[in-house]
Structures are given as C-alpha cells and as structure tokens.
C-alpha cells in the first residue's frame, strides 16, 4: 500500500494499527485503516474488462 500511495495517484487508506497474530486481545488477525469511500474491488471484480 505504500507503494502504490507513493508511486501513483491512487488513495490508498492510511493503515492505523494491525496486528498478523492471533494472540492479542481480539484473538484474531485485523488491520485498523482509514475508511475511504467508493466501491469495494470485491463487489467489481467479475465486471472488470481485461
């Protein structure tokens, strides 16, 4: 993400806290970041023209 940030004109969210480990005090991997809006890549992805 920062790559992409630094490199191009995409927003990419700001990244607030993460953790990779399970042993923290949700017991789950999670990534905290800025919300931006738009539509998530996800809901898109099958409709994208290669």
Do not use: C, F
Not at 26 to 47: A, D, N, R, S
């Amino acid at each position: 993400m920062k790559y992409v940030a630094q490199n191009t004109s995409i927003r990419v969210p700001e990244v607030y806290d993460w953790d990779s480990e399970a042993q923290n005090d949700i017991k789950i991997p999670y990534i905290l970041m800025e919300y931006l809006p738009g539509t998530q890549l996800h809901k898109v992805l099958g409709q994208i023209e290669h």
